[in-house]
């Protein structure tokens, strides 16, 4: 079993930032690869940033692509995504998943990660 906590999250003004942190607990953090998620009142969960199990693979989607950085510290347990430039659309909240295994790509599909946490929420007001 893997457990995950995801704190940082807030309310912010357009143009700010914030840093979220994802804390895994029950196995070996270097053992899966990693993601962010996120939804949005009456949208679907969807797809923000993923890491490989050493974070030298990583993908973002498209929206956030030079805004957001996703990082993890294997010692720690640790995941961070650093938002930068956040937008009102950016609000949601947000999760942080774990898929088993040492890929070397990092995953975009919610399918592929077996354990999540249960949401940070992020507002950005404009």
């Known amino acids: 079993q893997v457990q995950l906590v995801e704190s940082g999250g807030g309310l912010v003004q357009a143009g700010g930032s914030l840093r979220l942190s994802c804390s895994a607990s029950g196995r070996t953090f270097s053992a899966y690869r990693m993601g962010w998620f996120r939804q949005a009142p009456g949208k679907e969960r969807e797809f923000v940033a993923a890491?490989?199990?050493?974070?030298?693979?990583?993908d973002y989607v498209d929206s956030v692509e030079g805004r957001f950085s996703i990082s993890r510290d294997n010692a720690k347990s640790t995941m961070f995504l650093q938002m930068n430039s956040l937008k009102p659309e950016d609000t949601a909240v947000y999760y942080c998943?774990?898929?088993?295994?040492?890929?070397?790509?990092?995953?975009?599909?919610?399918?592929?990660?077996?354990?999540w946490g249960q949401g940070t929420q992020v507002t950005v007001s404009s």
């Open positions: 998943a774990a898929s088993i295994g040492r890929y070397y790509r990092p995953s975009r599909s919610a399918s592929d990660y077996e354990y």
């Open positions: 890491i490989n199990w050493n974070g030298n693979n990583r």
